[in-house]
């Protein structure tokens, strides 16, 4: 059961005996001139991802109109024929552009692939950036043209929260404001559109997205047209969630739980198989992750690390780190 209340501004998900409160918070209040407001978005922001690893966002960018349009030009594609999709699909690009056909990903750690079909917008670099040639380049759909456009709006918006969503950051582990700015800006990050279609038949196992972490260093995710997103607390137990309208919930991923040492927490999260009798309905998701640049560092960052809390992570950039988890996804060789 998720209910929202008002007075507290809290988000309150009830999962069996347990309740727990997620900040819902508002981000026009880090954009406000009026420094309490400021100093209590990064407080309680802060503490979520400590206990939690999620907070929920208002004034996030994006409006009704906007994501109305980008959710029908969603359906718009999955519903094509699938030799018409599949040609938007493109095996050299390492599943990180364009189509993904249906049972291509597998969740680390599991052997059967989850019950989904996805599309990637990428980020679109200038030529003269030196990371132009590294990133794969991005699949225009020729038979949905406002499936792009839409697709390019809405990943500039995002990319924007969350660069002040990383400010906040920043300014919770005592860095400068603007640390992760030149870090993240034409950082590799990617919105994917995701198709969960009907179940027709017994699953025998699989699910529509197994238990991960998200690799990058946040997601940003939009409501989901049906539930079935669960996140595991610290202490082990699921929970369910659903973003509220007018709101999106925003995770920390496993790049920023390495940088700190998870000191912020990347929650590991699934998206169950409905109730037999809801297989009927396909289910669609557009989460934002956010990625740095592959040269950043992602060692572990000295303030994290103390005699309570040692280095628990090798150094690697997010480059390297990416590359590995493609391929434990099973999408690059």
């Known amino acids: 059961l998720i209910t929202h209340n008002n007075k507290a501004n809290y988000l309150i998900i009830r999962f069996m005996s347990k309740t727990l409160q997620i900040p819902s918070l508002d981000l026009n209040d880090f954009k406000s001139s009026n420094l309490e407001k400021k100093e209590n978005f990064v407080k309680n922001l802060g503490e979520a991802y400590q206990k939690i690893g999620f907070i929920a966002l208002k004034n996030y960018g994006l409006n009704a109109e906007i994501e109305t349009k980008l959710y029908q030009e969603v359906r718009n594609f ?53 990371l132009f040639q590294e990133y794969e380049p991005n699949v225009f759909c020729e038979d949905l043209p406002n499936f792009n456009k839409i697709g390019r709006q809405v990943f500039s918006i995002l990319e924007e929260t969350g660069i002040m969503v990383l400010r906040a950051i920043a300014l919770h582990l005592n860095l400068p404001e603007l640390y992760f700015d030149k870090k993240v800006t034409g950082g590799n990050s990617i919105l994917r559109a995701i198709h969960y279609p009907p179940i027709t038949t017994e699953p025998k196992g699989a699910v529509r997205a197994a238990a991960h972490g ?53 929650s590991i999260h699934q998206v169950t198989n409905p109730p037999k009798k809801d297989w009927g309905k396909p289910r669609f998701s557009i989460p934002f992750f956010m990625h740095p640049r592959s040269e950043m560092s992602l060692n572990c960052l000295d303030s994290c690390v103390s005699e309570n809390n040692p280095k628990k992570y090798d150094d690697i950039t997010a480059g390297a780190f990416l590359e590995e988890r493609i391929k434990e996804l099973g999408l690059k060789k």
Not at 102 to 126: I, M, P, R
């Open 214 to 266: 998200d690799i990058n260093l946040i997601t940003i995710l939009m409501g989901a047209s049906a539930e079935g997103l669960e996140i595991q607390t610290r202490d082990g137990n699921w929970i369910g969630v659903t973003a509220l309208p007018n709101q999106v919930v925003i995770n920390i991923g496993d790049m920023m739980s390495r940088l700190t040492n998870d000191t912020l927490h990347s």
């Open 78 to 130: 999955f519903n094509l024929p699938t030799e018409l999709k599949q040609k938007y699909e493109k095996p050299e690009l390492n599943g990180q552009r364009g189509y993904i056909s249906f049972g291509k990903e597998t969740a680390k750690g599991y052997k059967k692939s989850d019950l989904k079909e996805f599309w990637h917008f990428g980020q679109e670099l200038e030529k003269s950036d030196p």
